[in-house]
T-cell receptor, first 114, second 110 residues
Framework: NAGVMQNPRHLVRRRGQEARLRCSPM?????VYWYRQLPEEGLKFMVY????????ESGMPKERFSAEFPKEGPSILRIQQVVRGDSAAYFC????????????FGNGTRLTVT | QKEVEQNSGPLSVPEGAIASLNCTYS??????FFWYRQYSGKSPELIMF????GDKEDGRFTAQLNKASQYVSLLIRDSQPSDSATYLC??????????FGRGTSLIVHP
């Protein structure tokens, strides 16, 4: 069983292509968070979602980035028209409903834009 | 803007010693505090969480929280080379969104 499942683990895209990153939360978890980590830097919050609802997207760039968590299926982080600066590790985390529940992270997707 | 500050290190300690990792935060209303360990190229792994002032112990790990000083620390007793990693402090307030520090690199040398 499963912890937080992310795929793919590695993703290579050429500039201008689209990247789709998937995340399935742990069983019993209803909250999903996406973070981005650049080399030698900390985790930067991007977006917080519950099923069919974006709770907070204050960390998402205004253009090219979108996220969803449909009623059925995984959460998707979508990056359109990728640029080299999008190259990073993207981590998904999930938590239970309670506000002070710790986050549990997936293995991440390492995006490389060539 | 909510900030979480950690010394980037590296903090170098000999095997068997106590490693002390520190974290300060700016939001006085913060409620939940977490420590994660991240090995190079891997994802963050939850080590401990603490909600109330004082100490919380779990095996070789002790988390210490002082809300008046806005300070949380992690002590690792009997440090092992396998403890060498980056330790991330995370703090949550009313928004339910943890803010992470940039991490402290710990090196435990034999």
């Amino acid at each position: 069983n499963a912890g937080v499942m992310q795929n793919p683990r590695h993703l290579v895209r050429r500039r201008g292509q689209e990247a789709r990153l998937r995340c399935s939360p742990m069983k019993g978890h209803s909250h999903v968070y996406w973070y981005r980590q650049l080399p030698e830097e900390g985790l930067k919050f991007m977006v917080y979602l519950q099923k069919e609802n974006i709770i907070d997207e204050s960390g998402m760039p205004k253009e090219r980035f979108s996220a969803e968590f449909p009623k059925e299926g995984p959460s998707i982080l979508r990056i359109q028209q990728v640029v080299r600066g999008d190259s990073a590790a993207y981590f998904c985390a999930s938590s239970r409903r309670e506000s002070n529940s710790p986050l549990h992270f997936g293995n991440g997707t390492r995006l490389t834009v060539t | 803007q909510k900030e979480v500050e950690q010394n980037s290190g590296p903090l170098s300690v000999p095997e068997g010693a106590i490693a002390s990792l520190n974290c300060t935060y700016s939001d006085r209303g913060s409620q939940s505090f977490f420590w994660y360990r991240q090995y190079s190229g891997k994802s963050p792994e939850l080590i401990m969480f603490i909600y109330s002032n004082g100490d919380k112990e779990d095996g070789r790990f002790t988390a210490q929280l002082n809300k008046a000083s806005q300070y949380v620390s992690l002590l690792i007793r009997d440090s092992q080379p396998s403890d060498s990693a980056t330790y991330l402090c995370a703090v949550t307030s009313g928004s339910y969104i943890p803010t992470f520090g940039r991490g402290t690199s710990l090196i435990v040398h034999p």
